[in-house]
T-cell receptor, first 110, second 111 residues
Framework: DTAVSQTPKYLVTQMGNDKSIKCEQN?????MYWYKQDSKKFLKIMFS???????INETVPNRFSPKSPDKAHLNLHINSLELGDSAVYFC?????????FGPGTRLLVL | SQQGEEDPQALSIQEGENATMNCSYK?????LQWYRQNSGRGLVHLIL?????REKHSGRLRVTLDTSKKSSSLLITASRAADTASYFC???????????FGSGTQLTVLP
């Protein structure tokens, strides 16, 4: 009965690889987000997706692309992974003002 | 850039004491929210205060908002070891339902 779930929980991969992180919410929310949290715990929004409208943080490299097959899912695909991509990635969803976060995916790029 | 800056970065207190964390932000906001993050977990929403409100309570939490100073504070009364976590303020300043998070305060409550 998890509200916002992410898979995988841990992801260790080599530089240059392409990987995806999946996110699903069963709350019926219409807006979903991806955040990146670095080693200093700074949390930065990467994308928000609402009714097929994608809002992209301008600082996000175009190697990152969100894909939403339906309203309950917002997956994150990352091409050509770099060392600096190592972080914890959080998915979240909201219907009004507050956001509900997933447990996070810990990505380590070697 | 970070909208919110939190102070202190880290706070260590004894169980039963009160903990106060402060948040400053830069632009006009619709509301300000506080979230808690336990180690290795996602963020959990605690409380929301709107720009036309000055104070709000929820259980042992008390939040104040001073829009003239662009600052907010979170008070946790009678702290417990289980309150040990990172606490983040987040501001809602636009129409895209996007939040901008502060740098967080790491609270440690010693038993």
């Amino acid at each position: 009965d998890t509200a916002v779930s992410q898979t995988p929980k841990y992801l260790v991969t080599q530089m240059g690889n392409d990987k995806s992180i999946k996110c699903e919410q069963n709350l019926g929310h219409d807006t979903m987000y991806w955040y990146k949290q670095d080693s200093k715990k700074f949390l930065k929004i990467m994308f928000s997706y609402n009714n097929k409208e994608l809002i992209i943080n301008e600082t996000v490299p175009n190697r990152f692309s969100p894909k939403s097959p339906d309203k309950a899912h917002l997956n994150l695909h990352i091409n050509s992974l770099e060392l600096g991509d190592s972080a914890v990635y959080f998915c979240a969803s909201s219907t009004q003002e507050t956001q509900y976060f997933g447990p996070g995916t810990r990505l380590l790029v070697l | 850039s970070q909208q919110g800056e939190e102070d202190p970065q880290a706070l260590s207190i004894q169980e039963g004491e009160n903990a106060t964390m402060n948040c400053s932000y830069k632009t006009s906001i619709n509301n300000l929210q506080w979230y808690r993050q336990n180690s290795g977990r996602g963020l959990v929403h605690l409380i929301l205060i709107r720009s036309n409100e000055r104070e709000k309570h929820s259980g042992r939490l008390r939040v104040t908002l001073d829009t003239s100073k662009k600052s907010s504070s979170l008070l946790i009364t009678a702290s417990r070891a289980a309150d040990t976590a990172s606490y983040f303020c987040a501001t809602d300043a636009g129409s895209a339902r996007q939040l901008t998070f502060g740098s967080g305060t790491q609270l440690t409550v010693l038993p």
